[in-house]
């Protein structure tokens, strides 16, 4: 066996004992879908055909406890079972892309970060654009947040300042504070490269307070980390004082569990946007269209900010001061590593 055929039947495997235990509320559990018809006629034909189909997976980055949240609520207005695998944004693209390139897709819809990996994901027919697939209503959805590859954004996700709350008496007020030689080695940084959105965001904090800023925060001599999860997760330990990217949600949920752990939402600021894909392939094709419809609708995009945390383009919880994120150009990202000291 190959080494790439070999790598891609461990992620197959790994993925499948994953998805096990990550399903939603099924069974005698599962909350009773309205038998009340629906109006439109194409809409109710979709939602028995899903319903015959039974189950939906979904791939997301979003916090596990939003996705099963969405789940849930999706299950009690449609009857349709969901199991929800969530991954950072890298390992989920990796996961969908080696299956999809095996052509053992198990995902039927994907919540990940609009990235370069969309555009891949196209290519190579693995996804099957939002806007060619006869979704109930779609023309209801808000023209600017479909990207001309017919993705449309389904949540924007403003970066936060996390911090330690038994280390610091009050929230910070500027993003300046990473830079404060006091915090020196108290640092949790996820690296640039990351995430598309993380390097917006430094691009946009040298429009805002210059090049010296990053180079400051360098010599504070930050943790560097692979994810948001694990410098959030460190602070809440007590392992640093600042972390750096913060999601919302995430804070949410250590909060939750009584770690001294809160997030400070401040501008300017941008952060991921992610985005609705539907598999090609979907082996639930009909509960896949289904849910596409749900999130995009009013009702189910808004229940995605209120769980989330973050920004709807139906109007929720929009942020004073964000700014849309756009590609980094190369020798921007190289200036901010270099800055960095990578």
Not at 80 to 109: C, I, K, P, Y
Not at 202 to 217: A, Q, V
Not at 239 to 250: Q, R
Request: contains cysteine; aromatic residues 8%.
């Amino acid at each position: 066996m190959t080494k790439k055929l070999a790598a891609t039947a461990a992620i197959l495997a790994a993925a499948a004992l994953v998805l096990t235990g990550c399903g939603g509320a099924t069974g005698d559990d599962r909350p009773a879908a309205s038998s009340t018809p629906v109006e439109d006629p194409e809409l109710q034909a979709l939602i028995e055909a899903a319903q015959e189909e039974g189950t939906l997976t979904l791939y997301g980055i979003p916090d596990e406890r939003v996705l099963r949240a969405v789940a849930e609520d999706f299950t009690a207005k449609y009857g349709v079972d969901v199991t929800v695998l969530r991954l950072v944004s890298a390992d989920l693209s990796q996961r969908f892309a080696a299956e999809a390139d095996a052509g053992a897709v198990q995902a039927d819809n994907i919540l990940l970060t609009y990235s370069p990996f969309y555009a891949e994901a196209f290519d190579n027919d693995w996804l099957t654009p939002v806007t060619e697939a006869d979704i109930p209503d779609f023309d209801a959805y808000p023209a600017d947040y479909v990207e001309e590859d017919g993705t449309p954004i389904v949540s924007m996700v403003p970066t936060q300042l996390v911090y330690n709350s038994e280390a610091l008496d009050e929230a910070p007020d500027s993003w300046e504070i990473y830079a404060d030689p006091e915090f020196e080695g108290e640092l949790l940084f996820a690296e640039p490269a990351t995430s598309p959105a993380n390097l917006a965001f430094w691009s946009l904090m040298i429009d805002e307070y210059g090049e010296e800023f990053l180079s400051d925060i360098a010599a504070n001599n930050p943790t560097w980390m692979n994810s948001a999860v694990n410098t959030t997760q460190g602070v809440a330990a007590g392992e640093g004082s600042l972390a750096h990217p913060g999601v919302y949600a995430i804070v949410e949920t250590l909060k939750q569990e009584g770690a001294p752990v809160e997030a400070a939402l401040l501008g300017p600021t941008t952060g991921p946007e992610i985005g609705l894909g539907i598999s090609a392939d979907a082996p639930h094709p009909n509960a896949a269209r289904l849910f596409a419809h749900y999130l995009l609708s009013e009702e189910g995009n808004t229940f995605l900010a209120e769980e989330s945390g973050g920004s709807s383009p139906y109007g929720t919880n929009l942020v004073e001061g964000w700014v849309r994120p756009e590609p980094v150009p190369e020798d921007r990202a190289q200036l901010i590593n270099e800055l960095f000291g990578f």
